[in-house]
């Protein structure tokens, strides 16, 4: 749970640091209120990261070192923009103590009732694909269950795809 909650908080830091930069790239001195201005630069910095994102995944598989190399190259780019370090600035000096403690507690008090193990069952079996003709996922019963209501894998029927008929 302390995991996911330091990691969405480096996100909202870096989403802000690159939001930041995107909103002084397009004029950001319409937007007067800090509040309003946090938020869209939060968005702003979560829509560019994501769309790195895709844009490195057509070329190279995403890892975390991926990942981290593409957050510190948008928060470098952002970085040399005054108005991210204006408004990182600004946040800053408004997130008093307490406030920040509050906020904290606050995502502890959602946290806690809402952390749960996850098992494989609660994903939905959209990663099933990757894991087929592992001993232990032919073995569950959700698996045969699920495979065997597949059209393709049954012996005998037409595959609606020619890469995967079986002779």
Do not use: E
Not at 9 to 18: A, D
Not at 40 to 47: F, R, T, V
Not at 73 to 94: F, S
Not at 126 to 144: D, I, K, L, N
């Amino acid at each position: 749970m302390f995991y996911f909650l330091i990691c969405w908080s480096s996100l909202i830091v870096i989403c802000t640091v690159i939001g930041g930069g995107v909103l002084d790239l397009i004029q950001r001195s319409a937007i007067r209120r800090l509040g309003d201005r946090w938020m869209i630069a939060i968005w702003l910095g979560i829509l560019a990261l994501a769309l790195c994102l895709l844009s490195a995944s057509f070329f190279l598989p995403l890892t975390p070192w991926v990942g981290i190399t593409l957050m510190a190259l948008l928060v470098g780019l952002a970085w040399r923009r005054p108005g991210a370090r204006q408004l990182l600035g600004a946040v800053r000096a408004r997130a008093t103590g307490r406030k920040t403690l509050l906020v904290f507690l606050l995502m502890l008090v959602i946290s806690v009732p809402t952390t749960q193990p996850v098992i494989w069952y609660d994903t939905g079996l959209y990663h099933s694909a990757s894991s087929v003709g592992s001993p232990t996922m032919v073995q569950s019963p959700a698996y045969r269950c699920w495979s065997a209501n597949l059209v393709f894998l049954q012996p005998g029927l037409p595959s609606p795809h020619p890469s995967t008929q079986r002779n």
